[in-house]
């Protein structure tokens, strides 16, 4: 499916304007098969069933060839779109391989989705599969997966990973059995024209209007992922460990585009446990890049964890990028930190910090990558609208909103303005003599908790059906950017209450019993 012609510029970040992400990985996979290519992290166990995987150019090949063979043989058509709600492991990754190599839509649903939001995203891209796995800690997404199914009627399969898994659904453990091993006849061409302008992924971003699906070429991924592996300057065949699922177009450009752009090996680690992440980078001596939400970034640097056997570069993934001006300065001489900002589902734009420490200020005009180089390409471009806000466009942006038509049928969309700029909603202050933005503010109304984003304006509708004298409030937290705080009578009828709705478990635990809650200013849904 394309949606319109590639946008300007868009063949000069990658130079091979017909290349496809799956292609990229097959050429890998044929240069060095018994290279490492994909890893578990090794505390799997202890979050979802299974052992941790490790994986060869050549096995994950394979895997991805029998995975795609499974979906044609389920009958779906090309362009189908399918469901991804998996936890960031080696099958999160081969299954948006395969369904690539499909020739088939991945659309990855947050991890956190409960019934609520994912029934809403599937039905508004009319989904025809969901794949997810028997548990992840200790919530079964399977029988999750089949409440969205029996609520969406696109949904005409529903696969996964693991043990327990629910009755109707289709078992996909068995790709990685050894009869499974042999290589498949490759798939026909699916598409006769620029493969690499068809629609690759589609994930979601969440606006005052509703969830909003989001939907990328590969030449969209390309652009967005190349100007993190050059102001990284990762080099060829570097061994990278993320703590980013590819769940959001940042993640997909922070964890997948830098691993297959290097050639080298994806280490992965389920959110969070120090100890296991310290171990994976010293376990192998030639770490090249961790991934990390800068705040935890910071939180380790203070603890000292990067001065013995650090990794060469940090990527901190800002999902508030206007914490990144007053955030500390880097102090660790062997580890480089490049701040990643992240503005939603729109755009995100790398850069290596100072000298000293100090980050970078964002450009106000042209986005290269690397900085400095007289190589340097063209990613993105940055402004200000008449609003105050930053408004990004370029080759990573957008052109089309998605499903097409939804602007005439009333739908929340992406809207995409005049010479395809989009605004993010975050507040900026611009620097015209320095030609510098300086993000001031997140966009109103909304809650960012991590990687989550919500509309306070929906919450508080969704609490009053639960209870209508209930009140929610924010409060900044250092790791997570914001939390919840929810206050009602009873507040574990509430919590049961949106619980069995099927909200995000981030909503519902802000009604949690809590003695100790501080008493501070806040802003409230109400007020």
Not at 455 to 463: A, K, M
Request: charged share 20%; glycine share 10%.
């Amino acid at each position: 499916m394309i949606l319109g012609e590639p946008a300007a510029g868009a063949r000069e970040p990658h130079g091979q304007s017909r290349i496809t992400i799956d292609e990229i990985f097959r050429r890998i996979a044929q240069r060095r098969p018994e290279a490492l290519a994909l890893c578990d992290a090794p505390n799997r166990k202890t979050f979802t069933a299974g052992a941790p995987r490790r994986l060869t150019f050549a096995q994950a090949d394979r895997k991805v060839s029998a995975i795609a063979g499974r979906l044609r043989q389920m009958a779906l058509p090309t362009d189908s779109i399918i469901g991804i709600q998996l936890p960031n492991i080696v099958e999160n990754v081969l299954v948006m391989l395969g369904v690539m190599r499909a020739g088939m839509i991945a659309a990855s649903i947050p991890l956190l989705w409960r019934r609520a939001d994912a029934v809403a995203a599937a039905s508004r891209i009319d989904a025809k599969a969901l794949i997810t796995c028997g548990e992840v800690d200790g919530f079964s997404h399977g029988q999750l997966a089949m409440k969205i199914a029996a609520e969406v009627f696109s949904i005409r399969y529903v696969c996964g990973f693991g043990a327990e898994l629910p009755d109707g659904v289709v078992a996909f453990d068995d790709l990685f059995t050894a009869n499974a091993l042999d290589p498949l006849p490759p798939l026909e061409r699916l598409h006769n024209d620029n493969a690499a302008a068809h629609i690759a992924v589609i994930t979601f971003d969440t606006t005052d209007g509703g969830i909003v699906p989001v939907a990328r070429s590969h030449l969209e991924l390309f652009a967005g992922g190349l100007g993190v592996l050059l102001e990284s300057r990762l080099v060829q065949e570097s061994n990278v460990l993320s703590t980013l699922a590819p769940s959001s177009f940042a993640g997909i450009c922070l964890t997948m585009l830098p691993w297959l752009l290097s050639g080298g090996t994806l280490h992965l680690h389920h959110p969070f446990d120090p100890t296991v992440l310290v171990g994976q980078w010293r376990g192998d001596t030639r770490c090249g890049a961790v991934i990390l939400p800068a705040p935890m970034a910071f939180r380790l640097s203070d603890a000292g964890v990067f001065s013995r056997s650090g990794p060469s570069s940090v990527i901190a993934a800002w999902r508030a990028p206007d914490r990144i001006g007053v955030s500390p300065a880097w102090r660790e001489r062997d580890t480089t930190l490049v701040d990643v900002s992240i503005f939603g589902e729109v755009g995100v734009v790398a850069a290596r910090r100072n000298a000293n420490g100090t980050p970078a200020a964002l450009p106000f005009g042209a986005v290269v990558a690397p900085r400095g180089s007289p190589g340097a390409v063209v990613v993105a471009e940055v402004t200000a609208t008449a609003f105050g806000t930053v408004a990004i466009r370029g080759p990573m942006v957008p052109r089309f909103g998605f499903p097409p038509g939804s602007e005439v049928a009333g739908l929340p969309y992406l809207p995409v303005g005049r010479a395809g700029l989009i605004d993010t909603g975050y507040t900026c202050r611009v620097d015209p003599g320095a030609r510098t933005i300086a993000v001031t503010g997140a966009p109103p109304g909304m809650i960012s908790i991590g990687g989550y984003r919500f509309s306070l304006r929906h919450l508080q509708d969704t609490i009053d059906h639960a209870d209508r004298h209930a009140t929610l409030a924010t409060l900044p937290d250092p790791l997570l950017g914001q939390r919840l705080v929810g206050n009602a009578a009873d507040r574990y009828a509430v919590r049961t209450a949106l619980n069995a709705a099927g909200v995000n478990p981030l909503v519902a635990a802000a009604f949690r019993d809590r003695s100790d809650l501080p008493v501070t200013a806040c802003a409230t849904a109400r007020g």
